[in-house]
């Protein structure tokens, strides 16, 4: 049952590429690239320095989860594409996202699964882990865009807000 688990977070998520428009989503493959490395230094420092142990996984995945190479860059990428380059709201959707991971998918969904048990770390340390990380790949995204000027970027999240947002009009 988990390997399977394993592999739905492996390969599907890629689907979800197909629905971004093209260009914007090109825009973010690097910094979905950069959080595979991440994830794959911080997994390997994990089983070194005792944080957790991978358990089940999918072919020559030894000691790295395989949402890693799936549904990590994937989100990676569909939290900027939505999100930036407004930071708020990026840092705001990412705090929320990696609380979610750390206090409800990891312990009743990965550790039940028998992804990974956590030994080492508390689930606040897996949250400011990730946090930290977030931090990491925004400033990147914005150093690759140095010199881009993006008056015009549109903030898809931000347009959808805006849309449900409770305004009154001038009369």
């Known amino acids: 049952m988990s390997t399977w688990l394993a592999w739905l977070l492996f390969l599907p998520p890629w689907l979800l590429l197909l629905l971004l428009e093209p260009e914007r989503k ?28 991978v358990t089940t996984n999918i072919f020559y995945f030894t000691q ?29 959707f990412n705090l929320l996202i990696d609380a979610v991971q750390a206090y409800v998918i990891s312990p009743y969904i990965f550790e039940k699964a028998d992804f990974y048990q956590m030994t080492g770390m508390s689930h606040t340390g897996l949250f400011m882990l990730q946090t930290s990380i977030s931090v990491i790949l925004y400033t990147f995204q914005m150093w690759l865009e140095r010199g881009r000027h993006g008056e015009g970027d549109e903030v898809p999240m931000e347009r959808w807000l805006r849309q449900w947002s409770f305004r009154v009009k001038a009369r």
Do not use: E
């Not at 395989?66 to 999100?83: D, E, H, K, R």
């Open 26 to 53: 090109r825009r973010f493959i690097p910094v979905a690239l950069l959080a595979c490395v991440c994830s794959t230094v911080t997994f390997q420092m994990a089983v070194h320095l005792g944080w957790w142990s």
């Open 64 to 92: 790295i989860s395989a949402f890693v190479y799936g549904f990590l860059p994937v989100g990676a990428l569909i939290s900027f594409f939505w999100t930036y380059p407004n930071p708020w709201l990026f840092f705001g």
